[in-house]
């Protein structure tokens, strides 16, 4: 039960529409400058679905025809070249990917598949653009997402360059805990779904110098992890 519902009108149908799923988008960074009736006409078109963990939803060069939001879950964005894969990002609740495809026509450039069992919300190509068109308030938020991914890429590449394996990897983590973590006195409580693996291909480097880095970590009582999450006390960075 997603609570109370209401009834909107589209076309000579109607739809009923949960009020706590238009509450969820509009906890949605795309979707937070858009009034009640906008969101009302996007929740009237949106699906939610259901998927197990470890499911591909997407493969790098295939067509893109969806647009999804993480309602529960995570999602790993991915790229892979002759049996090596390359983490690229991650997502949790409320944030968005898939766009890109849809705006360009062009083929996917990553992968997609769930850490976890998720629940996503889908918009199609089609009601998607449709949405572009007639909102200029989601072309700008975009806009923005699309510049500030374009930044991250320029840093990433900067980072390859100068940084080393050490420094790559405390900056992974402390960039997961400012996007995933919650705050509990001095220390942050990062729940994420990756494994060593793929915390490794985030900061571009063999796992067996990750593990050494962590170990020097879990050392210095700067990182503790669990079987459910990475406890990181930034203080002792200082």
Known sequence: MLGQRTKIRIGSHQKE?????????????LFAQ??????????????KKSFRGGTVLFQQNEPGNTFYIVFSGSVK???????????LSMFKSGDSFGE????????????????????????????FMDILKSNFEINLCIMRELCQRLRD???????LTFLDARTRILKNLIMLANKHGV???NLIKIRVALNY????????????????VLRDLQEKQILVPTSTELRLDLTKLR
Request: charged share 20%.
């Open 34 to 47: 858009l009034n009640d009736e906008q969101i009302e006409m996007i929740s009237a078109v949106c699906q």
């Open 77 to 87: 964005i991915f790229t892979s070249h002759n049996g090596d894969e390359k983490v």
């Open 100 to 127: 890109l495809s849809l705006i360009d026509g062009r083929p996917r450039s990553a992968s997609a598949q769930t850490l976890e069992d998720c629940s996503l919300i889908t918009l199609t190509v089609t009601h």
């Open 17 to 29: 529409i949960p009020i706590m799923f238009q509450a969820f988008l509009k906890q949605v960074q």
């Open 153 to 159: 890429t320029n840093q990433h590449v900067n980072d």
């Open 183 to 185: 705050r509990e006195g």
């Open 197 to 212: 693996d793929e915390l490794s291909q985030m900061s571009n480097v063999q796992k067996p110098i990750l593990m050494q």
